[in-house]
């Protein structure tokens, strides 16, 4: 039995190996970085009947592929912060898979204080009740809502959110009980910069993973018709090292598009999301920036 296990949930895979082993199992461990349910452990499934997959809900259909979630629990408390901060009595209500068990206690807890709660099924990529992912706003943007509460832990999701939805977005960490506003305008005039630093380079590579959940080939193939510099290049890992050793004036992501956001300090060149290339491209105006989604 093969286990993988995401960054924040990796000190838990021996004691669950050992459980397994008493238990008459053979459980092999990935020691492979994991960023999702998009990133499986391919090159252990053929040497076990099965994979056990921690921490996220499925992206698609797959054979012997088990998901487990790790649910966290947290005193609805934690919400208390973010009513004086919001501004609407009807909101759209998403938080993470840790948190998603827990949706409708949180709906609960604000409507008992008046507030009108929206929350969207889930989908084929995110399939719980108001759940987001760092490359699928679907849940927020959905909910029609002027106002967005995001429940959960880190600055990516809700920053994610603003910028998909253009909503107001309040942001609660169910842990530390801080509530906060989220503007996503800092990070806009970041990447407009980026865009503007790109156009002086001479070579481009449009990124394409490997991973089974994050390749986009039609988008790749059709980003570059649109440049003369740019070529398709394949990775599995997308590091700063390789990045380097390739040598290109700057990348288009089009694997997790947690990478151009979250990691753009680590590369010396600019990585680009797919818009932001149409943008550099002029197939596309800045007044119509869309932050990069799997859907």
């Known amino acids: 039995m093969g286990l993988q296990f995401p960054a924040g949930l990796k000190r838990e895979a021996y004691g669950v190996a050992m459980a397994l082993r008493e238990a008459g199992f053979e459980p092999v461990i990935s020691g492979d970085p994991c960023y999702g349910a998009c990133d499986l452990a391919e090159g252990l499934s053929p040497h076990v009947d099965m994979l056990v997959h921690f921490g ?4 698609g259909e797959r054979d012997r592929v088990l998901y487990e979630i790790v649910p966290r629990d947290f005193d609805m408390g934690a919400l208390s912060n973010a009513l004086s901060l919001l501004e609407q009595k009807r909101i759209g209500l998403v938080t993470t898979v840790q948190h998603a068990h827990l949706i409708d206690a949180m709906a ?13 099924p889930g989908t084929s990529r995110a399939p719980m009740r108001g759940q987001v992912l760092g490359c699928n706003f679907h849940a927020a943007r959905t909910t029609g809502a002027a106002e967005i509460l995001f429940v959960g832990t880190g600055l990516f999701h809700p920053l994610g959110i603003q910028l998909a939805t253009k909503a107001r977005v309040v942001a609660v960490d169910p842990y530390t009980m801080e509530a906060q506003v989220v503007d996503g305008s800092r990070l806009l005039r970041k990447r407009f910069a980026l865009i503007e630093r790109a156009r002086e380079a001479t070579s481009v590579g449009i990124i ?5 959940g994050q390749q986009r080939w039609e988008l790749a193939r059709r980003l570059v018709t649109l440049d003369p510099r740019a070529v398709l290049v394949t990775m599995r890992e997308i590091t700063p090292d390789e ?14 598009p947690r990478l151009a956001y979250d990691d753009q300090s680590r590369f010396k060149a600019p990585v680009l999301t797919p ?14 920036y869309q932050i990069d989604e799997i859907c």
Not at 56 to 59: D, L
């Open 243 to 256: 990045l380097l050793n390739l040598g290109m004036g700057c990348y288009v992501n089009t694997a997790c």
């Open 208 to 212: 394409i993973s490997l991973k089974s």
């Open 56 to 59: 996220h809900t499925p992206v």
């Open 275 to 288: 818009t932001e290339f149409e943008i550099l491209c002029g197939v596309r105006s800045w007044d119509q």
């Open 108 to 120: 609960a807890y604000l409507r008992a204080r008046g507030i009108e709660v929206i929350i969207v």
